[in-house]
């Protein structure tokens, strides 16, 4: 006849186990590093799907919440992200509002010599117009006269200038470039007839693509890496530790794979200011 342990004690068992696990699980990287002791506090855009974005339910979702959750989880920290428009992300970081962006800010020296940056995840830019629209865009001389729409303040912002600027050069019309706060904002532009296309990165705009609700007209605009980054130096080393050993565990790839993302080859190292 089997043994019968009381209630009591099995759930005794159960609470030293877990304590015992907590216990085991420490924080790699001190509270003085930390916006708030125990946290790894990351802000992020969710408005790109399917790398990060709101569901139906109000929850965030998408690959790059998925690796910033799996990274506070190997730091032994929570993981709490805070919702905000791209353009308020450096000032943000450099002012102690949170620990990290997680957003796929595009890296840059420029960047680079303000903060710490991990450049993880390999994208280039699109150009998207709306169904049925008439707007045919199979070169970017094409873009000539038209207005692009594009969110304020990030690398995308300054691709689509510089698309202006080379119509100017090649001696044809220029682009008219309309900045919104947000991607969403933006498609919602580009599908209400207010602007005639649409930059964005090569992952969103086929998501939209493969969904029938946007045009992906041209992409593999300007490749470049994107990156998380942050102010602390320490860390960033530890987060690029957890990366190598999601890279060589396999699950950094697989999650890439799962979303059809292209993650950067060899080694992630941190690039940015010393100390």
Same mark, same amino acid.
């Given at each position: 006849?089997?043994?019968?342990?009381?209630?009591?004690?099995?759930?005794?068992?159960?609470?030293?186990?877990?304590?015992?696990?907590?216990?085991? #699980?420490?924080?790699?990287?001190?509270?003085?590093?930390?916006?708030?002791?125990?946290?790894?506090?990351?802000?992020?855009?969710?408005?790109?799907?399917?790398?990060?974005?709101?569901?139906?339910?109000?929850?965030?979702?998408?690959?790059?919440?998925?690796?910033?959750?799996? /990274?506070?989880?190997?730091? #032994?920290?929570?993981?709490?992200?805070?919702?905000?428009?791209?353009?308020?992300?450096?000032?943000?970081?450099?002012?102690?509002?949170?620990?990290?962006?997680?957003?796929?800010?595009?890296?840059?020296?420029?960047?680079?010599?303000?903060?710490?940056?991990?450049?993880?995840?390999?994208?280039?830019?699109?150009?998207?117009?709306?169904?049925?629209?008439?707007?045919?865009?199979?070169?970017?001389?094409?873009?000539?006269?038209?207005? /692009?729409?594009?969110? /304020?303040?990030?690398?995308?912002?300054?691709?689509?200038?510089?698309?202006?600027?080379?119509?100017?050069?090649?001696?044809?019309?220029?682009?008219?470039?309309?900045?919104?706060?947000?991607?969403?904002?933006?498609?919602?532009?580009?599908?209400?007839?207010?602007?005639?296309?649409?930059?964005?990165?090569?992952?969103?705009?086929?998501?939209?693509?493969?969904?029938?609700?946007?045009?992906?007209?041209?992409?593999?605009?300007?490749?470049?890496?994107?990156?998380?980054?942050?102010?602390?130096?320490?860390?960033?080393?530890?987060?690029?530790?957890?990366?190598?050993?999601?890279?060589?565990?396999?699950?950094?790839?697989?999650?890439?794979?799962?979303?059809?993302?292209?993650?950067?080859?060899?080694?992630?190292?941190?690039?940015?200011?010393?100390?």
């Amino acid at each position: 006849m089997p043994t019968r342990f009381p209630l009591t004690i099995a759930l005794g068992a159960l609470l030293l186990a877990t304590t015992a696990q907590a216990q085991d #699980c420490k924080p790699a990287v001190a509270d003085s590093e930390l916006i708030q002791p125990g946290k790894l506090v990351m802000s992020t855009n969710p408005t790109l799907p399917p790398l990060q974005f709101v569901d139906a339910s109000g929850e965030l979702k998408g690959m790059r919440v998925e690796l910033g959750k799996e /990274i506070a989880k190997r730091l #032994c920290l929570e993981p709490a992200y805070i919702r905000i428009e791209f353009s308020a992300m450096v000032p943000g970081l450099q002012s102690g509002r949170w620990d990290l962006i997680n957003t796929g800010i595009f890296y840059t020296p420029e960047r680079a010599a303000m903060m710490q940056m991990i450049p993880y995840e390999n994208q280039a830019i699109s150009i998207s117009t709306a169904n049925n629209s008439g707007v045919e865009v199979k070169s970017l001389d094409d873009l000539a006269g038209r207005s /692009i729409g594009v969110e /304020i303040g990030g690398f995308e912002e300054k691709q689509a200038k510089a698309i202006d600027a080379q119509l100017r050069e090649k001696g044809l019309e220029g682009a008219t470039v309309r900045t919104f706060d947000n991607f969403a904002l933006a498609y919602q532009a580009l599908r209400a007839g207010q602007v005639d296309a649409m930059v964005s990165i090569d992952g969103v705009a086929e998501e939209y693509a493969k969904r029938g609700q946007f045009h992906r007209a041209l992409h593999g605009i300007g490749p470049t890496p994107v990156a998380l980054a942050m102010k602390s130096r320490p860390l960033a080393d530890a987060v690029a530790k957890v990366l190598a050993d999601m890279k060589a565990d396999g699950s950094f790839d697989k999650l890439f794979a799962e979303y059809g993302v292209e993650p950067v080859s060899g080694a992630l190292a941190v690039k940015g200011p010393a100390g």
